[in-house]
């Protein structure tokens, strides 16, 4: 059963508009939660954290939030821009990372 | 250098083969991991060496034998696999001994077995 869940599997937006990508878990221990990056032919990318015991952290154009109440967190890259396009892992950390399928984010021009 | 590589990109091996994947950092990381990743799915824990030591497997079959021999390589033995160990292999590294939640990831060698 998975423990990180992407629901989307591929998600398109506007260059220059709000991407918002999703993220749900159910194991309520976990420790940070993470998202990263991944472009083909490459490795994935460390993006972002959050600890268990904050609801926001920010890093420039990317922010996450956490709602633990709901097990939910999101990514939100703003304004998206052409390089953002790649796809994007959810994981979470504990003794362990375990990650999402990933989103697919496309940026449109 | 700032990067985790590996070699080769792309393996094809038969069954009855012996064959090895190569990961090699130079970040002075002391925590290297193994994972697998099938298609459409995530990347799996296998193994994590922390400070040139087995200290996780991921009940792993023993087809598949990790080695360290030094701060810097993380080696994967391959003997007698099966076509369903058919997947992208990825090797990460950490800065401190212990698993961290801040991986640098290479980019992997896709491996084929037929």
């Known amino acids: 059963d998975q423990q990180v869940k992407q629901n989307s599997p591929s998600l398109s937006v506007q260059e220059g508009r709000i991407s918002i990508l999703n993220c749900d878990y159910t194991?309520?221990?976990?420790?940070?939660f993470l998202w990263y990056k991944k472009y083909p032919a490459e490795g994935p990318t460390f993006l972002i954290s959050?600890?268990?015991?904050?609801d926001k952290n920010e890093d420039g154009r990317f922010t996450v939030f956490l709602n633990k109440s709901a097990k939910h967190l999101s990514l939100h890259i703003v304004p998206s821009q052409p390089g953002d396009s790649a796809v994007y892992f959810c994981?979470?950390?504990?003794?362990?990372?375990?990650f999402g399928k990933g989103t697919r984010l496309h940026i449109l021009p | 250098d700032t990067e985790v590589t590996q070699t080769p990109k792309h393996l094809v091996m038969g069954m009855t083969n012996k064959k090895s994947l190569k990961c090699e950092q130079h970040?002075?990381?002391?925590?290297m991991y193994w994972y697998k990743q099938k298609a459409k799915k995530p990347p799996e824990l296998m193994f994590v060496?922390?400070?040139?030591?087995?200290?996780i497997n991921e009940s792993v079959p023993s087809r598949f034998s990790p080695e360290c021999p030094n701060s810097s390589l993380l080696n994967l033995h391959l003997h007698a696999l099966q076509p369903e160990d058919s997947a992208l292999y990825l090797c990460?590294?950490?800065?401190?001994?212990?698993?961290?939640?801040?991986?640098?990831f290479g980019p992997g060698t896709r491996l084929t077995v037929t």
């Open positions: 990460a590294s950490s800065p401190t001994g212990g698993i961290s939640y801040e991986q640098y």
């Open positions: 194991n309520s221990m976990f420790d940070y």
């Open positions: 959050i600890s268990s015991i904050k």
């Open positions: 994981a979470a950390f504990d003794d362990k990372i375990i």
């Open positions: 970040m002075g990381h002391r925590a």
């Open positions: 060496y922390s400070y040139e030591k087995l200290s």
